[in-house]
């Protein structure tokens, strides 16, 4: 089974600067999905970012961006010009995309971090 | 579209008693899934579909049944509730395997 571990409880960042979110994850599979939710204070799940195992690439939306490390199974996220409204808990998890029984599509997730930004 | 629906809001039952949280999506998502959410803990797996008639259990499926009879909606009932069920419960959809899921806006249970 597929695990995620995010070590970072909480974190914070002053306004406009940079923070970033680690999560390691562990699997034996070579293909699946990684992504990064926000949870802001009105409990709605956000999904930020995604990144696809077999591309090199890291990916980037806007202000956010990952650094995919495919052989240390890591994938942490990084918040340029950090703002107020980053404020949030945010998740990191897992999609496995093997074809073949019913665990196709499961989605797991870190325990959170959350991410206090002041002004 | 109204994405994914999920009531009641809020909800607190006493000790032993049943009940119903409903989870609806209009998109055609073939995958739904619930989850809960404890501090310190991030969302769970209690059980997920991924076709209409094909469920399957997660990570923490005691206390909690699931039937899926249509694509659109995906039921979660409370046999008979504990106060450890007290939690946050999300619903959630998915197209397909290299989508992030959709999520409804939760369901605050209290078991008193």
């Known amino acids: 089974a597929q695990t995620v571990t995010q070590s970072q409880p909480e974190m914070s960042v002053q306004e406009a600067e940079t923070v970033t979110l680690s999560c390691t994850y562990d699997t034996s599979e070579s293909d699946y999905y990684l992504f990064w939710y926000k949870q802001p204070p009105s409990r709605q799940m956000i999904l930020v970012i995604r990144?696809?195992?077999?591309?090199?690439q890291n990916a980037t939306e806007n202000r956010f961006s990952v650094n995919f490390q495919k052989a240390a199974k890591s994938f942490s996220l990084k918040i340029s010009d950090s703002q107020l409204g980053d404020a949030a808990m945010y998740f990191c998890?897992?999609?496995?995309?093997?074809?073949?029984?019913?665990?196709?599509?499961?989605?797991?997730f870190g325990q959170g971090t959350i991410l206090t930004v002041h002004p | 579209n109204a994405g994914v629906t999920q009531t009641p809001k809020f909800q607190v039952l006493k000790t032993g008693q049943s009940m119903t949280l409903q989870c609806a999506q209009d998109m055609n998502h073939e995958y739904m899934s619930w989850y809960r959410q404890d501090p310190g803990m991030g969302l769970r797996l209690i059980h997920y579909?991924?076709?209409?008639?094909?469920?399957d259990q997660g990570e923490v499926p005691n206390g909690y049944n699931v039937s899926r009879s249509t694509t659109e909606d995906f039921p979660l009932r409370l046999l008979s509730a504990a106060p450890s069920q007290t939690s946050v419960y999300f619903c959630?959809?998915?197209?397909?395997?290299?989508?992030?899921?959709?999520f409804g806006s939760g369901t605050r249970l209290t078991v008193v």
């Open positions: 579909s991924v076709g209409a008639g094909i469920t």
């Open positions: 990144q696809e195992a077999y591309k090199q």
């Open positions: 959630a959809s998915s197209r397909s395997g290299d989508r992030g899921y959709t």
């Open positions: 998890a897992y999609r496995t995309i093997n074809a073949g029984g019913t665990s196709y599509g499961k989605l797991t």
